[in-house]
């Protein structure tokens, strides 16, 4: 089965703090896709990154930062010194294939509370 | 460009009635999917569509149907609105069921059903 787990349900630091967004997921897929979104309080869902199944390079965004793991299923988002901007709820994607055609199943989002 | 554009934004109905959310795109993108968000459970997927003419049911199809007469537009209908259909629901759309490509978001539509 097809599964994304965002085991932290709610996350809380204080600015200039590090924090980690855990994401693992489960795919009989060879291939497949992996996505994180952003969704600030205001509602809307802000697509941050993509990641190939088969391309493991760590990818560096300014504050931002990918660790991508096929041999643990897992694909964490890092921010570096955070901000009171970040604080919203952060969602990890996998795209994968069903019966010929392809889903996008996401996690249960982790909420990030960055307090200044 | 426009994107992905959802309409209402919100909508209250009563037990029963009917009721169909708008959403349509103007990026001549492939793949369309209608989800529902509640709390603590993440984005769930409804409906799908791969291109004009196809459709195809997701996690969440009960009480729900669609249909995609055209590549910009994917309606979502709800045919006798219950409270268990009070959401938060979402239209995306992105380019290729085939590629990394991203998906693109409508604003959202808040639907409380009394």
């Known amino acids: 089965a097809q599964k994304v787990t965002q085991a932290q349900t709610e996350i809380s630091v204080v600015e200039k703090e590090d924090v980690t967004l855990d994401c693992v997921y489960e795919?009989?897929?060879?291939?497949?896709?992996l996505f994180w979104y952003k969704q600030p309080p205001s509602g809307e869902l802000v697509f941050l990154i993509r990641r190939n199944s088969f391309d493991e390079q760590n990818e560096i965004s300014g504050r931002y930062s990918w660790n991508f793991q096929k041999s643990t299923s897992s694909f964490n988002f890092t921010i570096t010194a955070s901000q009171v901007v970040d604080s919203a709820v952060y969602f990890c994607?996998?795209?994968?294939?069903?019966?010929?055609?392809?889903?996008?199943?996401f996690g249960k989002g982790t909420m990030l509370l960055v307090s200044p | 460009n426009a994107g992905v554009t959802q309409t209402p934004k919100f909508q209250v109905l009563k037990t029963g009635q009917s009721m169909t959310l708008q959403c349509a795109q103007d990026m001549n993108h492939e793949y369309m999917s209608w989800y529902r968000q509640d709390p603590g459970m993440g984005l769930r997927l409804i409906h799908y569509?791969?291109?004009?003419?196809?459709?195809d049911q997701g996690e969440v199809p009960n009480g729900y149907n669609v249909s995609r007469s055209t590549t910009e537009d994917f309606p979502l209908r709800l045919l006798s609105a219950a409270p268990s259909q009070t959401s938060v629901y979402f239209c995306?759309?992105?380019?290729?069921?085939?590629?990394?490509?991203?998906?693109?978001f409508g604003q959202g539509t808040r639907l409380t059903v009394v």
């Open positions: 995306a759309s992105s380019y290729s069921q085939r590629t990394n490509t991203e998906a693109f």
């Open positions: 569509s791969v291109g004009a003419g196809i459709t």
């Open positions: 994607a996998l795209r994968h294939w069903d019966s010929g055609y392809s889903t996008l199943t």
């Open positions: 795919t009989r897929d060879t291939t497949y896709y």
